[in-house]
């Protein structure tokens, strides 16, 4: 029996996005096969990473040398106060393929465009870099990147789990690794207006997020909620966390794949 394509959604959320790179270690070593990849903001790096065909172990390398200083840079564009431009930079040097076209697992990249609010999937041809800078563009700090046209910002904005774009590539059992649904329990109560405003935020953004549970089939979700989205230097932290996350679902997406029409979400979902 042909067993059914597998897809794997990553949600955006900064640091916390290191946590894929444990439930991709797990997949890995339980030989969970990857048909397809989506990702938003920093799960386009992790996502566009793994379609372009690299193991944990290289990815793990790659996201050691990664910090905020290689990251970002100054704009000069009235549009955000910084520039994502270095990211492109550091992942052209470091990433096998930089073409759509080139790799060797189906990917989409989530932008929103800033004009009309639409999700915009970047995916099929097209430059790979370019597309993970617009993922990532977090409006208001990195200006905005300019694609056919348009002005992308960062995918979060309307697909933070990006199960609906991986599914229409082709998955029919779809895996999502929500890195923001576990919250954020690191400020406490806020006792400031800046505090109220950014764990404001952080309760839109993962309200939001578990908007999109819905279209997977699985949803892993790693229990980092003690840990910042700017905290880079704890990468093994947020991987540990998402290794146990992901061995705490494996007997479950094992069992989809030897009983396929266990599935729980309909073939051809909108």
Not at 36 to 54: D, K, Y
Not at 202 to 219: F, I, N, P, T, W
């Amino acid at each position: 029996m042909t067993r059914k394509k597998i897809g794997l959604a990553l949600s955006g959320g900064a640091a916390r996005g290191f946590a894929h790179l444990g439930v991709y270690k797990a997949l890995q070593e339980h030989n969970i096969p990857i048909d397809f990849v989506s990702g938003t903001s920093a799960g386009s790096l992790v996502g566009a990473s793994i379609a372009a065909g690299l193991n944990y172990e290289q990815i793990y390398e790659i996201s050691k040398k990664i910090s905020w200083f290689r990251m970002t840079g100054f704009s000069y564009s009235p549009k955000g106060l910084l520039s994502n431009a270095s990211m492109g930079n550091f992942f052209r040097q470091h990433l096998p393929v930089d073409k759509f076209e080139d790799l060797p697992i189906p990917f989409a990249a989530i932008a929103c465009d800033l004009e009309t609010g639409n999700e915009v999937v970047l995916k099929e041809k097209g430059d790979v870099i370019q597309a993970i800078r617009a993922s990532c563009a977090i409006p208001g700090v990195f200006a905005p990147i300019e694609h056919e046209g348009k002005m992308l910002i960062d995918g979060g904005v309307v697909a933070a789990v990006p199960t609906k774009a991986v599914r229409k590539l082709g998955a029919e059992i779809v895996i999502a690794v929500d890195v923001l649904a576990c919250g954020a329990t690191y400020w406490g109560t806020p006792s400031t207006l800046l505090g109220v405003f950014f764990q404001s935020a952080l309760m839109l953004l993962r309200a939001a997020s578990k908007a999109h549970h819905y279209r997977a089939d699985v949803v892993i979700s790693p229990e980092i909620s003690h840990l910042r989205p700017d905290e880079i230097s704890k990468i093994d932290e947020f991987i540990k966390a998402g290794e146990q996350a992901a061995l705490e679902k494996i007997d479950e997406i094992k069992q989809l794949i030897a009983n396929p029409d266990s599935s729980m979400v309909a073939d051809g979902l909108s």
